[in-house]
């Protein structure tokens, strides 16, 4: 079974700070291309950063989202300093073979975690 199982999300103030993780099971993560994405709702879904040949960012969360993933653990980490209301959105960890923030390139996702960011 491959499998990505993430957690970390919540309801956090403006300007506060959340680190997703997304655990792997079924498959080794290290030779993969990794990325989040997250969809808000009325909204088309977003490539947010990936990482793997090279590493991209959107230029929304640029200086305040980095990608990382511990091959040790298998587990990918999204860290989202400096929140804002606009970062609400279900976030998805995802796995595949070539590094793009289009979904459509990746074959392995998580359920899905909702992040929150209100006054």
């Known amino acids: 079974q491959l499998q990505l199982v993430e957690s970390g999300g919540g309801l956090v103030q403006p300007g506060g700070s959340l680190r997703l993780s997304c655990a792997a099971s079924g498959f080794t993560l290290g030779p993969n291309a990794i990325g989040w994405f997250r969809q808000a709702p009325g909204k088309e879904r977003e490539g947010v950063a990936c990482s793997g040949t090279l590493t991209l960012y959107t230029d929304s969360v640029k200086g305040r989202f980095t990608i990382s993933r511990d091959n040790a653990k298998n587990t990918i980490y999204l860290q989202m300093n400096s929140l804002k209301p606009e970062d609400t959105a279900v976030y998805y960890c995802?796995?595949?073979?070539?590094?793009?923030?289009?979904?459509?390139?990746?074959?392995?996702w998580g359920q899905g975690t909702q992040v929150t960011v209100s006054s």
């Open positions: 995802a796995a595949g073979v070539t590094t793009s923030l289009d979904a459509t390139w990746y074959d392995i």
